[in-house]
Each structure stands twice: as structure tokens, then as C-alpha cells.
């Protein structure tokens, strides 16, 4: 027996009379999940031969044109792998329902999340609204801006309200651990030791969103992630939000590694300050080339902040304010020069 708890859903049957079940399935059921990663809005519920598929009827129709891609490679094949149910997905769009609604865009001032201590945890400024907004239409989003406009805050905020409202299984947290123009020499302690005052901010970031206790928990069962940029190299990053603070510091080669990890349900966040680059001098920061090269790409968002984002102390607004101006008059100079 089978309840549909809403009352706009379809309900379709599909039967696996032309490809081999076993084979339809994967290992550990691994082509079903990726087929499953791709439809969010549809429940599948599959029963030998039998799938029953509950949801919009604009998904529905989307599922059913990859079944016949799978088939048609079946036919061809005789068998089907973790590539083949990819590239059987891979050119499949969702045409949206008549009716159907617009992703919940949020306003200046709206709550998204209340805090450890009671607090409202809101996008406070226009651009912040704008970035919010551009994670629930896209699935990689760039926030680029000057320190103090939030961008590490909204993008972990972002996050955590999408794995509270099950929208993603688990919560990646990264950056480059690059000193700030310091030489700290050696870090004693374990590897999590040393690491770990890179990644303070993102700490600080979740501890005034997740409740301390249930923050460790989540910590050792890897629901939440924090980990190095170097680490990422090699995984695949699936079901997941994934952010990569402080971007301006990871090198072409290390961006490119980053945003190739992307698996079929990960969305992905970066953020960086261009005017803040600690890479020694020999090293070119990766952030402007993906910038340039991803501008145009359909599921890419781009949000520049400004000084008018600072929600720090008001005097960081002048601070950042004095240095743009210092810098607009040394280029003057020497262009004149």
C-alpha cells in the first residue's frame, strides 16, 4: 500500500522488461541513487521488476525519456554501468509544470535560520538576498566581495537550511590553508590540530548555527565536513553542499580540481575577497580565471558584494573604503607614469 501525503502528485508505473534488473539497479543499488540524485522532486519505489514513481508530471516525463536513453544503450550493450546511467541523465531537462511554483526566493530581512542563541539568522543586505536567492536557482554559485560583507556567514547559513529542510545529506566545508602573509613555522599537535586555525572561521560560522553537542555529533558522523582544499583531490561529492571559503588563495590548478569534484546532487559555493590574495608572488590565484571562463555558463551564479554589504563593525566599511580609494590613486599613478 502506498499514501501520497500531497495531493498534486502523479502516480506512473514503469516495468524493467527491457533491461535487466540487476543491471538497472548496480551494485549496492548505486544507478538507482544517482537516477534518484537526479529527480529530487520524485519518490521511486522499486520492487523487482516494478517501479512506481510518485510526483510532478513534468518530472515523471523527464525519468521516463532516461529510461528509453538507458534502453536504447541496453539494447546496444547488453549491460549498463555507472557511466551509461550519466550520460543516459546527462541531457535530460526538467520542463517545469504549468502551474508550477517559483523556487521560496527570500527578501532583505527574511529569517532563514534561528540561531544557537535565539537569534534570527537573516541575509541582511541586498547582495546577501541576491546570493540566497542564486543557491536556490543554481547549483554553483560564486559571492565575491570585500571582508565583511558576509560571505562565509550567508553561504554556511545557506547550507545548514538546506540539510535541515533534507534538501542534501551532508555539509562540506574547505579552504586553502595559506598563511595571511605570515610565516608561522611549525604547528605542533595532530594533523587536525594544525589545520584547524585555518578553518576557525567556518567553526565560528556553524557554532552560531548548530547547537555545540549536536555539532560534535554531526562532526563525527561527517554530516559536516571541514577539511583543507588538498584534501578534495580525488573524491567525488555527491548529495552534499559543498563550500570553498577564501578562494581567492587556491591556484588555478587547485580551483579547476575543486569545482571537477562535483557530483550529480552537490551544489557548491565559493567564496573569495580578489583584493586579499596570500599566495606567494610566484603563484597566480585561480579565482579570476573561473570567473571569466564560467561567466556564461547556464547553473553558474555570480554575486558581487560591495562595501555597502559590510555588516561588520561600521568602521570596516571606511577601512575597506580608505584602501580602494589608496589603490585607485596608486594605479592612477601609475598609468600616468
Do not use: W
Amino acid at each position: 500500500m502506498y499514501v501520497l501525503i500531497a495531493f498534486n502528485l502523479s502516480e506512473r508505473n514503469y516495468t524493467l522488461d527491457q533491461i535487466d534488473p540487476q543491471q538497472f539497479y548496480g551494485p549496492n543499488n548505486l544507478h538507482l541513487t544517482i537516477i534518484k540524485a537526479k529527480f529530487p522532486k520524485l519518490q521511486l519505489v522499486a520492487r523487482g521488476e516494478e517501479i512506481k514513481i510518485f510526483g510532478d508530471d513534468a518530472s515523471i516525463n523527464a525519468f521516463m525519456m532516461a529510461m528509453k536513453h538507458l534502453e536504447k544503450m541496453f539494447a546496444k550493450n547488453k549491460e549498463i554501468n555507472e557511466h551509461m546511467v550519466l550520460e543516459a541523465l546527462e541531457g535530460v531537462v526538467v520542463e517545469k509544470s504549468e502551474g508550477a511554483a517559483e523556487p521560496n526566493l527570500i527578501s532583505t530581512g527574511d529569517t532563514l535560520l534561528i540561531g544557537t542563541r535565539g537569534q534570527q539568522i537573516k541575509a541582511r543586505t541586498r547582495n546577501q538576498v541576491k546570493m540566497v536567492n542564486s543557491a536556490k536557482k543554481n547549483d554553483i554559485i560564486f559571492a565575491i566581495g570585500p571582508a565583511g560583507t558576509g560571505k562565509t556567514y550567508t553561504a554556511v547559513a545557506i547550507a545548514v537550511l538546506a540539510l535541515k529542510e533534507r534538501e542534501i545529506r551532508r555539509i562540506i566545508l574547505t579552504r586553502p590553508a595559506v598563511e595571511a602573509g605570515e610565516n608561522l613555522g611549525f604547528l605542533p599537535g595532530d594533523l587536525k590540530e594544525k589545520i584547524d586555525p585555518y578553518l576557525r572561521p567556518l567553526y565560528d560560522a556553524l557554532e552560531d548555527m548548530i547547537p555545540n553537542d549536536k555539532l560534535k555529533s554531526m562532526i563525527e558522523s561527517r554530516t559536516v565536513e571541514i577539511a583543507p582544499l588538498a584534501f578534495m583531490r580525488g573524491r567525488t561529492l555527491d548529495n552534499c553542499y559543498v563550500i570553498l571559503d577564501e578562494a581567492q588563495n587556491s591556484t588555478d590548478l587547485q580551483l579547476k580540481m575543486f569545482l571537477t569534484r562535483m557530483g550529480p546532487n552537490a551544489k557548491l559555493i565559493i567564496t573569495g575577497d580578489l583584493t586579499q590574495i596570500d599566495l606567494p608572488r610566484k603563484q597566480q590565484s585561480g579565482l579570476n580565471r573561473a570567473l571569466r571562463l564560467l561567466k556564461n555558463i547556464k547553473g553558474i551564479g555570480m554575486i558581487q558584494l560591495d562595501t555597502d554589504d559590510v555588516v561588520r563593525h561600521r568602521l570596516v566599511k571606511e577601512i575597506v573604503h580608505a584602501y580602494d580609494r589608496d589603490s585607485e590613486c596608486e594605479k592612477d599613478s601609475s598609468e600616468k607614469a
